[in-house]
């Protein structure tokens, strides 16, 4: 059985941590706020974005003629944007998406190039002897719109030189503070709309190939960023949400250490009383 001074120590080494989870709490609440607002306010641009491209790529016949990002071509590398984060302790959410992110891997029959934004993606996939064409770390919590340009710019130069013939990216959507959801999508090549229910007739100015230069790579960076900012929300969710449960538990183990400790005490102090009595009653019968 531990001493009191174990117990006593153990406390206090809590209780230290516990300040230390109650400080990350607060600050990850904070950062939350921030970032659900970021993330809900660039949804409906990205939204709208995409389903602009969609009709416009799909607006006239050879499509695919008007930009490279168009281009169906037989797949034979797949290329696969893996986003986590680069600091822990925000619960399962790296887990989840890198749990996602091996399955897409494991389910393509052909060659994978990764591209991981985020360092505990990296050092994962590292450690399993993926090869890995590019990498990004240090984005910060609050990553501003040029921080994605030059990733964007290095997707889309790869998928025109044929080192990937399709490109997907896996990152933790954020549904709410205590949900975050593994999700994929298809960044490249761009995908026309297969279903328009009322076609709009475009009036391009000054012509399709012209509009699309510009639009297509604006779309990339868009959705790339949009999928950052819910990675940014999701992780500051889950980070406060296991610096609270961090907390709690660590009440309940002062509480649990805290009944030891008394019921330790209780003993040394019941032990000392029949040791009194036991001295006292030998020097009793010494004297008679």
Known sequence: MPSLRDIKRRIRGIRSTAQITKAMELVAASRMRRAQQRVL???PYAETMRQLISELASAGAGGDSLHPLLVQRPVDTVGIVLITTDRGLCGALNTNTIRRGSELVL???????????????QDFMARRGYKIL??????GDRPGYDTVIPIARNIMESYNSG???????VYPQFVSTLSQRPQVIQILPIQASERI??????IFEPDPRS???QLLPRYVEVVLYEAILELVASEQSARMVAMRNANQNAKDLINDLSLAYNKARQANITREVIEVASAAEFMASQNR
């Not at 389910?107 to 993606?121: F, H, N, S």
């Open 41 to 43: 306010a660039a949804r």
């Open 107 to 121: 389910e393509q029959a052909e060659d994978v190039q990764l591209l991981t934004i985020g360092r505990k993606g």
């Open 134 to 139: 590019a990498t990004e770390t240090g984005m």
């Open 163 to 169: 080192v990937m013939d399709v490109c997907y990216i």
């Open 197 to 202: 229910e009322k076609p709009l007739e475009y």
């Open 211 to 213: 509009i699309l230069e």
